[in-house]
């Protein structure tokens, strides 16, 4: 599987993290399947996937009447009462996403499919077809919804455009409704990573608030 330059970021603060025996939990509302390949390939410790706000705050309460001290990083509406209840909350948004290739594939059978989805700098970057990439830019779109605790509600795919630097780094260029709403909530700046394998695209969006 492939890794961009900030899932190797990641990466290394994870590894920094597992360095001070501190141990690290994902705890996501998302299902248990996106959740563990994303664990996995950051390094994260342990998995909580399919949990409610409150089931978050349950866990952070649970551990600290286990004697440790909880660091919650999450998003500041819905984690709001786990940030509340850890010892340090950091409110940023996060946001997974994974798909199968072959359903790209076979979406782009349909001719409308590129045009409603993709922008026209997006499509210049399917050129070859590479489904891959595709793949790689619709879960990003996905998971920048998510990380905006919005879905697509209002906005559309179009709206948040994938690009590349020079070096092969995703970036991330919001228009219209989504740039409003993304505005709205004090957003700063927006880190994306995408994978793949031969089978699934995957991305993870963070959301930094605006300093």
């Known amino acids: 599987m492939k890794h961009s330059q900030s899932t190797m970021k990641i990466k ?3 590894k920094s993290i597992k360095k001070e025996n501190i141990k690290t939990y994902m705890l996501t ?3 248990e399947r996106t959740a563990k ?4 390939k950051l390094g994260i410790d342990d998995v909580i996937a399919e949990v409610s706000p409150e089931d978050k705050y349950k866990k ?3 551990l600290q009447e286990q004697g440790r001290k909880v660091v ?3 998003d500041g509406v819905n984690d709001s009462p786990a940030l509340a209840q850890a010892d340090v909350g950091m409110a940023i948004g996060i946001g997974t996403d994974i798909i199968e ?4 594939q ?3 059978e ?3 499919f590129l045009s409603k989805i993709y922008t026209k700098s997006e499509q210049q970057l399917f050129h070859n077809c590479n489904y891959e990439t595709l793949a790689g830019n619709f879960a990003a779109k996905e998971a920048v919804v998510k990380a905006m605790g919005t879905g697509f509600k209002g906005c559309s795919p179009k709206e948040i455009e994938i690009l590349r630097h020079e070096s092969g780094k995703p970036y991330v260029v919001l228009h219209n409704k989504t740039k409003q709403i993304f505005d709205s909530m004090n957003g700063g700046n927006i880190s994306i990573s995408i994978s793949h394998s031969k089978e699934n695209a995957v991305a993870f969006a963070v959301i930094e608030a605006k300093e």
Do not use: E, F, H, Y
């Open 12 to 14: 290394r603060t994870m």
């Open 101 to 104: 290739i072959s359903r790209i």
């Open 60 to 62: 952070v309460k649970d």
């Open 29 to 31: 509302g998302d299902n």
């Open 106 to 108: 076979k979406a782009v």
């Open 72 to 74: 919650m990083v999450g």
């Open 37 to 40: 390949v994303i664990a996995k």
């Open 110 to 112: 349909n001719k409308s």
